[in-house]
C-alpha cells in the first residue's frame, strides 16, 4: 500500500471555481503535512503545510483529519495561474517525506 | 538568495560511464534529501542525510551513492549508470522535518 494516495485527477475547472482536493496517508504515526504545488517541469515548491486545527492562506484552505487520516486542500475563486499539480507530502519523522503522486489542476477561462 | 543549487540541470550519458551530480545548499539546513521522479510513480525518495557524515538509504538506493562531508553539499553519485536511472532527479533541504522542504531546479538524466 502506498504512504500516501491522492486522485490524480486531472481536474478541469473555470475560472472562479473552487475546487478540493483529498489525499489519505497510511502511517497514523505520520507528523507534518504539507501541500507543495509543482509545475511542468520545474520543482515542486511549498504551499502550506498543513496544521491539525486546519489553516488558511489566501484562497487556500488546508485541512487535516488525522482520526480518518487524510488531508484536503480548498482553492477559492480559482485563477489561471493556479493549473499545476498539487502535491501531497507526509513526514513520518526525521528527514523521511512521502510524496503523493500529484492531483492536474487546469483552471480554464 | 536562500537555494538549493544542483548540476547540471541536463545531463545525457552512457551506460556505465560514472558521473556526480552536485548539490549545495546555503540555508544551513541539517537535512538533505535525493530524489526521482517518473511518471505515474511521483517523487521517491533515494538517500538522505539528517547531518554531516550521517547517511541513510530511502526507497529506491540501488545503484546510488551519496556522501555528506560538508553541511551545505551533499552529491549524488551514479557509479555505474543504467538506462532505468533515466529520470528528472531534485535534491531538497530542510532545517527540520516539520518545515518541508526546499528543492533544487533538478537534474534531468538520460542514460542511453
Known amino acids: 500500500r502506498k504512504e500516501v494516495e491522492q486522485d490524480p485527477g486531472p481536474f478541469n475547472v473555470p475560472e472562479g471555481a473552487t475546487v478540493a482536493f483529498n489525499c489519505t496517508y497510511s502511517?497514523?504515526?505520520?507528523?507534518?503535512f504539507f501541500w507543495y504545488r509543482q509545475d511542468c517541469r520545474k520543482e515542486p515548491k511549498l504551499l502550506m503545510s498543513?496544521?491539525?486545527s486546519g489553516n488558511e492562506d489566501g484562497r487556500f484552505t488546508a485541512q487535516l483529519n488525522r482520526a480518518s487520516q487524510y488531508i484536503s486542500l480548498l482553492i477559492r475563486d480559482s485563477k489561471l495561474s493556479d493549473s499545476a499539480t498539487y502535491l501531497c507530502v507526509v513526514n513520518i519523522g526525521g528527514n523521511q517525506f512521502y510524496f503523493g503522486t500529484g492531483t492536474s489542476l487546469t483552471v480554464i477561462p | 538568495e536562500a537555494q538549493v543549487t544542483q548540476n547540471p540541470r541536463y545531463l545525457i550519458t552512457v551506460t556505465g560511464k560514472k558521473l556526480t551530480v552536485t548539490c549545495s545548499q546555503n540555508m544551513n539546513h541539517e537535512y538533505m534529501s535525493w530524489y526521482r521522479q517518473d511518471p505515474g510513480l511521483g517523487l521517491r525518495q533515494i538517500y538522505y542525510?539528517?547531518?554531516?557524515?550521517?547517511?541513510d538509504k530511502g526507497d529506491v538506493p540501488e545503484g546510488y551513492k551519496v556522501s555528506r562531508k560538508e553541511k551545505r553539499n551533499f552529491p549524488l553519485i551514479l557509479e555505474s549508470p543504467s538506462p532505468n536511472q533515466t529520470s528528472l532527479y531534485f535534491c531538497?533541504?530542510?532545517?527540520?522535518?516539520?518545515?518541508?522542504?526546499?528543492f533544487g531546479s533538478g537534474t534531468r538524466l538520460t542514460v542511453v
Open positions: 498543513v496544521y491539525s
Open positions: 502511517n497514523s504515526a505520520s507528523q507534518s
Open positions: 542525510s539528517m547531518n554531516v557524515e550521517v547517511t
Open positions: 531538497a533541504s530542510s532545517l527540520s522535518g516539520s518545515d518541508g522542504y526546499t
